[in-house]
């Protein structure tokens, strides 16, 4: 069965904090997604990687870095943290392989920064 | 123009109604769409793929309509467990890469 984790549910940060948020996949995909979720704005993508060590900027990269050692992590690194960024934060992956397009996100990860 | 449009609702339809929603997008080289369903404080999940010749499934239909940007979802004999909010999605090429998710329409069905 597909899977994705993210490492917290709910997380409350002080504004300049750096911030991690950790998302795994066990399905072997090689595309990895960061979105962040707000009221009336939908889902906006931050940043992708397509394979280990590559990374993309997506819409709304600003504030943001990712890591990608391995092919199943992708991180979401918040150097320091602003109220702006209190948001949830979907991480999603999917495969190259085969036709399928399906995008399979986690659960989420709702950070307040205070 | 956004990228990809929706009304954002609510739709408040009975149960066992059925209930269409439009969705448009402004890339005419996109190639690739679906619905995806997202319940509340979940995480979205796709419903279906959209097919240049439609397709169904269940009491879903989706359609595309490539000259007027257009894709749709048709649900009928309405459910209360089909209350959610339903996202329009578009990719710009198959390889599954970027997607570009509409905000969304929010349906309740009454009891």
């Known amino acids: 069965d597909v899977k994705v984790t993210q490492s917290s549910r709910y997380l409350v940060k002080r504004t300049g904090e750096k911030v991690f948020l950790e998302c795994v996949q066990d399905m072997d995909h090689e595309n990895m997604f960061w979105y962040r979720q707000d009221p009336g704005l939908g889902l906006r993508l931050i940043y992708f990687s397509y394979d280990v060590k590559m990374k993309e900027k997506g819409d709304i990269p600003e504030g943001y870095s990712v890591s990608r050692e391995k092919k199943e992590r992708f991180s979401l690194i918040l150097e320091s943290a602003s109220t702006n960024q209190t948001s949830m934060y979907l991480c999603?992956?999917?495969?190259?392989?085969?036709?399928?397009?399906?995008?399979?996100f986690g659960p989420g990860t709702r950070l307040t920064v205070l | 123009r956004k990228e990809v449009e929706q009304d954002p609702g609510p739709f408040n339809v009975p149960e066992g109604a059925t209930v269409a929603f439009n969705c448009t997008y402004s890339?005419?080289?996109?190639?690739?769409f679906f619905w995806y369903r997202q319940d509340c404080r979940k995480e979205p999940k796709l419903l279906m793929s959209?097919?240049?010749s439609g397709n169904e499934d269940g009491r879903f239909t989706a359609q595309l309509n490539r000259a007027s940007q257009y894709i749709s979802l048709l649900i009928r004999d309405s459910k209360l467990s089909d209350s959610a909010t339903y996202l329009c999605v578009v990719g710009l090429t198959f390889g599954n890469e970027k997607l570009t998710f509409g905000t969304g329409t929010r349906l309740t069905i009454i009891p």
């Open positions: 890339n005419s080289a996109s190639q690739s």
């Open positions: 959209v097919y240049s």
């Open positions: 999603a992956s999917s495969s190259k392989r085969g036709n399928t397009d399906t995008q399979y």
